[in-house]
């Protein structure tokens, strides 16, 4: 790999300005062609971007141009087209979440990737956000002992719908676009679920899918764990979008809660911290939280593609956070507990 890696971007829609802003704060990669079929949407990211080379068909930009990385932030149906392009070439992939509608079609996108023999990640970016990383390290820390019950909430009647109008128009909506981020967190803070149970419901009339779900997880740890979601919660105090956390342990308690403040209490007493994430000078308020992360999670693909290791949410990471979605939506129809069915 070079010194400076050459990245084509695929997909100029609402996200990809966050990844265009973030390369240009990596000094070891270079965003050098961009991608879309929508010929507005890729005019108006190059010339925000001084991106000269511009294609609407990504086979024809990889024919074109010297390419190390694709950094694919497309919609979830054109993801696995895109990411057995790359692999045709054998150019390592970025694949923004969902990784794709189905296991069969993520499956397929990790086995295309190993054979190639590249790396693949998904942009499965929460995990990489500052507050929660903090959490992540408390507990790592040994600061609340061994955890046995923890809680992942998001709660908040924001309207995601004007800036990703799709989003109200799928029969899937808020388990796929965000319980998914707060699965993966689950399994980051407390391990793979072995068993779930979900229940889900629509509140809001004027979209086809459900914008409420609450799941319990068996996690192998022996942890417990919630993870709640809703686009349908107004509050005293808009948090979007802002990621609550609880986790009990056997030495004291985490709550990780609004502005930020994450308090860890034991029998010694209680201490709350600031976690806030930075105000990137390019970022935005609510935005700059996951701004931040996507900051994160690229410069962690790139320092993986220097060192030649796995990225930690990597396609066949992201196998097991998929199946916890699969799973989520098979409990909420039946009613009844399941296994995800992770290969
Ligand atoms: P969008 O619809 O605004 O943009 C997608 C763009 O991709 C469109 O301009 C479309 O023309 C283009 N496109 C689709 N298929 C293509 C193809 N085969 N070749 C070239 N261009 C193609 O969507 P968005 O809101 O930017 O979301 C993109 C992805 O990012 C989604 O999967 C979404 O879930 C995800 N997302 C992630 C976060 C996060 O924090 N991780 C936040 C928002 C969106
Ligand atoms: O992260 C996401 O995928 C976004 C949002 C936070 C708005 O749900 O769609």
Same mark, same amino acid.
């Given at each position: 790999?070079?010194?400076?890696?050459?990245?084509?971007?695929?997909?100029?829609?609402?996200?990809?300005?966050?990844?265009?802003?973030?390369?240009?704060?990596?000094?070891? @990669?270079? =965003?050098?062609?961009?991608?879309?079929?929508?010929?507005?949407? /890729?005019?108006?990211?190059?010339?925000?971007?001084?991106?000269?080379?511009? #294609?609407?068909?990504?086979?024809?930009?990889?024919?074109?141009?010297?390419?190390? %990385?694709?950094?694919?932030?497309?919609?979830?149906?054109?993801?696995?087209?895109?990411?057995?392009?790359?692999?045709?070439?054998?150019?390592?992939?970025?694949?923004?979440?969902? %990784?794709?509608?189905?296991?069969?079609?993520?499956?397929?996108?990790?086995?295309?990737?190993?054979?190639?023999?590249?790396?693949?990640?998904?942009?499965?970016? %929460? +995990?990489?956000?500052?507050?929660?990383?903090?959490?992540?390290?408390?507990?790592?820390?040994?600061? =609340?002992?061994?955890?046995?019950?923890?809680? =992942?909430?998001?709660?908040?009647? #924001?309207?995601?719908?004007?800036?990703?109008?799709? /989003? @109200?128009?799928?029969? +899937?909506?808020?388990?796929?676009?965000?319980?998914?981020?707060?699965?993966?967190?689950?399994?980051?803070?407390?391990?793979?679920?072995?068993?779930?149970?979900?229940?889900?419901?629509?509140?809001?009339?004027?979209?086809?899918?459900?914008?409420?779900?609450?799941?319990?997880?068996?996690? &192998?740890?022996?942890?417990?764990?919630? &993870?709640?979601?809703?686009?349908?919660? +107004?509050?005293?105090?808009?948090? %979007?979008?802002?990621?609550?956390?609880?986790?009990?342990?056997?030495?004291?308690?985490?709550?990780?809660?609004?502005? #930020?403040?994450?308090?860890?209490?034991?029998?010694?007493?209680?201490?709350?911290?600031?976690?806030?994430?930075?105000?990137?000078?390019?970022?935005? +308020?609510?935005?700059?939280?996951?701004?931040?992360?996507?900051?994160?999670?690229?410069?962690?693909?790139?320092?993986?593609?220097?060192?030649?290791?796995?990225?930690?949410?990597?396609?066949?990471?992201?196998?097991?956070?998929?199946?916890? &979605?699969?799973?989520?939506? @098979?409990?909420?129809?039946?009613?009844?507990? &399941? @296994?995800?069915?992770?290969?």
């Amino acid at each position: 790999m070079p010194e400076v890696l050459r990245g084509a971007l695929i997909g100029c829609g609402f996200f990809a300005a966050n990844h265009l802003h973030a390369w240009r704060d990596i000094a070891d @990669a270079s =965003i050098v062609a961009l991608c879309d079929r929508d010929a507005a949407r /890729l005019h108006a990211a190059g010339e925000s971007f001084g991106i000269m080379a511009r #294609y609407q068909d990504a086979a024809a930009l990889l024919d074109a141009e010297r390419i190390d %990385f694709v950094d694919i932030a497309t919609t979830v149906a054109s993801h696995r087209p895109l990411v057995e392009l790359a692999a045709s070439r054998r150019i390592p992939a970025i694949c923004q979440k969902p %990784f794709a509608a189905t296991l069969a079609d993520a499956q397929a996108m990790v086995e295309a990737t190993a054979r190639a023999g590249i790396a693949l990640m998904v942009h499965e970016n %929460f +995990r990489w956000q500052t507050p929660l990383l903090a959490v992540r390290q408390a507990i790592a820390a040994g600061r =609340i002992g061994t955890p046995f019950w923890g809680r =992942i909430s998001f709660r908040s009647a #924001y309207d995601v719908f004007s800036g990703q109008p799709y /989003l @109200a128009q799928g029969t +899937r909506f808020i388990i796929e676009d965000l319980g998914i981020h707060l699965l993966d967190v689950a399994r980051f803070l407390f391990g793979d679920a072995a068993r779930l149970t979900a229940r889900t419901a629509r509140v809001n009339p004027a979209i086809r899918g459900e914008d409420v779900a609450t799941i319990m997880l068996d996690h &192998v740890s022996g942890v417990t764990s919630i &993870v709640d979601c809703s686009y349908a919660s +107004r509050l005293e105090r808009e948090p %979007f979008p802002q990621t609550f956390v609880e986790v009990d342990g056997s030495a004291g308690t985490l709550r990780l809660g609004q502005d #930020y403040r994450l308090t860890i209490a034991d029998a010694a007493g209680a201490e709350t911290t600031d976690v806030s994430p930075r105000l990137l000078p390019w970022a935005s +308020r609510p935005w700059h939280n996951i701004q931040e992360s996507v900051l994160n999670i690229q410069r962690h693909w790139v320092t993986c593609l220097h060192e030649g290791r796995e990225p930690d949410t990597s396609g066949r990471d992201n196998l097991q956070t998929l199946a916890l &979605v699969q799973a989520a939506y @098979a409990s909420a129809a039946t009613g009844s507990p &399941v @296994a995800p069915a992770a290969p």
